[in-house]
């Protein structure tokens, strides 16, 4: 009994002290978002924090949801004949809004500075061939040209917006429509950062053609 008592009595304790903690933690917070002057923005970094590269971005969002954006629409020759592929369930054009957010946030992602371009030790996607540039040209290329790097992203957010208007109205001609400027967006970048000096064939980006 008593040590239960002594039980409920150090768990209201521990309360106590986390709600200490949390306290202290968001009158830190504060101090930190405030800065230094008053009224001023924190710097960024102190806000926001990439942990990812964008390699991992590419990788985990970027294409993935675009290649979903890609398939929704599309015709696939199997064993069994053509098969046309649409969204026509409810869940399936909901599962392609997700995929169209995921796409239009992960631009927001690739804007954001400080990210490495690969994890520590990583290397760009066919470094050893010629006109492709390393991680290091890449990030320097971006940060010398903001300009240019929030047109390349806004113009792959306006294509996957145009997408996602479509997704509104059930229309899939035109998330067809809006897959093709989807991929110029993703070229259109590519050319500029990944290989300027060069079009490897076969270079992922692109919907299956
Ligand atoms: C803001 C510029 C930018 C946009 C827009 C962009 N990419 Fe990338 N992407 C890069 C850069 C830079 C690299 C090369 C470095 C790397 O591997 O991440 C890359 C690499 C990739 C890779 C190779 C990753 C690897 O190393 O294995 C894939 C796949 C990819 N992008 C897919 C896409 C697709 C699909 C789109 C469009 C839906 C897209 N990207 C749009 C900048 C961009």
């Given amino acids: 009994m008593s040590g239960q008592r002594r039980g409920a009595g150090s768990r209201a304790g521990a309360v106590r ?3 200490a903690i949390v306290a202290g933690v968001a009158l830190a917070g504060v101090a ?12 960024a970094a102190r806000v926001l924090r990439p942990v990812a590269s964008v390699q991992e971005i590419m990788l985990s969002e970027v294409n993935p949801s ?3 954006l890609w398939n929704a629409v599309s015709t696939e020759s199997t064993a ?4 046309d592929h649409r969204p026509t369930s409810e869940a399936d054009w909901l599962a392609a809004r997700h995929q ?3 796409l239009i946030e992960a631009g927001n992602l690739l804007l954001m500075e400080g990210r490495p371009i690969v994890a520590r030790g990583g ?6 061939q010629p006109g492709i540039l390393g991680p290091a040209e890449i990030r320097q290329a971006m940060d010398a040209d903001r300009a240019r790097l929030r047109r390349l992203v806004h ?5 996957t917006l145009k997408a996602l208007a479509a997704i509104e109205r059930k229309d899939a001609d035109a998330l067809l429509d809006a897959g093709g400027d989807i991929d110029e967006a993703c070229e259109a970048c ?4 990944w290989y300027p000096g060069s079009a490897p064939a076969g270079i992922a980006g692109g919907p299956a053609k």
Avoid: F, I, M, N
């Avoid at 113009?155 to 294509?159: I, K, S, T, Y």
């Fill in 17 to 19: 002290v986390c709600a």
């Fill in 32 to 43: 930190a978002e405030s800065g230094s002057g008053a009224g001023r923005p924190p710097p």
């Fill in 66 to 68: 675009a290649t979903y």
């Fill in 80 to 83: 069994q004949g053509v098969v």
């Fill in 100 to 102: 169209a957010l995921v």
């Fill in 123 to 128: 290397q760009v996607e066919d470094a050893e």
């Fill in 155 to 159: 113009a792959l957010q306006d294509a």
């Fill in 190 to 193: 590519h050319k500029t950062y």
